[in-house]
T-cell receptor, first 116, second 113 residues
């Protein structure tokens, strides 16, 4: 099956700093990638859809100026959490649809962000 | 707006039992439905994918059914093992293929040795 990687797997940062998370499709191209957030003991919530070559679309309630998304190539999307605060501490996970007409979603291993 | 509900929220059973996890969704106009497994602090492992035109999918001891018109799916786990202990998530993709997934809150499953 298709493989999606994320880097870093975990990060600890000070409040007010920015953190960049990378999502890569390793063996396939993805014109669209999705970013989700999961708070402790909660389910995954879609944050935004990353589109190669165009602006990302954000779900209601997600601040686009705080969560910057760049889909730099057909295999890479980045999520930058700007001016991070403790309430941004969460598990961030990306996914990409497979090559067959958006059939199966393939997920990265996730990034654990802790903001002190 | 699509909402996905999973019942039960938690389940603890002895090893060897057959069990059923339930998932319901409010908008039947789905593209597909996917069951995932999530281990503590880890990412997601895809278990089964059911297209909207299909009624069930099987993989090993797992069988997932889909009743699109009633907005329901079940995940059947046969002969449960301690290694099956995890959180099981149901997610639906609505409408066209460019949409992200809407997840349920999951069923936390513990299989007692």
């Amino acid at each position: 099956g298709a493989v999606v990687s994320q880097h870093p797997s975990w990060v600890i940062c000070k409040s007010g700093t920015s953190v960049k998370i990378e999502c890569r499709s390793l063996d396939f191209q993805a014109t669209t990638m999705f970013w989700y957030r999961q708070f402790p003991k909660q389910s995954l919530m879609l944050m935004a859809t990353s589109n190669e070559g165009s602006k990302a679309t954000y779900e209601q309630g997600v601040e686009k100026d705080k969560f910057l998304i760049n889909h730099a190539s057909l295999t890479l999307s980045t999520l930058t959490v700007t001016s991070a605060h403790p309430e941004d501490s969460s598990f961030y996970i990306c996914s990409a649809p497979g090559a067959l007409a958006y059939n199966e979603q393939f997920f990265g291993p996730g990034t654990r962000l802790t903001v002190l | 707006k699509q909402e996905v509900t999973q019942i039960p929220a938690a389940l603890s059973v002895p090893e060897g039992e057959n069990l059923v996890l339930n998932c319901s969704f409010t908008d039947s106009a789905i593209y597909n439905l996917q069951w995932f497994r999530q281990d503590p602090g880890k990412g997601l492992t895809s278990l089964l994918l059911i297209q909207s035109s299909q009624r069930e999918q099987t993989s090993g001891r797992l069988n997932a059914s889909l009743d699109k018109s009633s907005g329901r799916s079940t995940l059947y786990i046969a002969a449960s093992q301690p290694g099956d202990s995890a959180t099981y998530l149901c997610a639906v993709r609505s409408g066209g293929g460019a949409d992200g997934l809407t997840f349920g809150k999951g069923t936390h499953l513990i299989i007692q040795p």
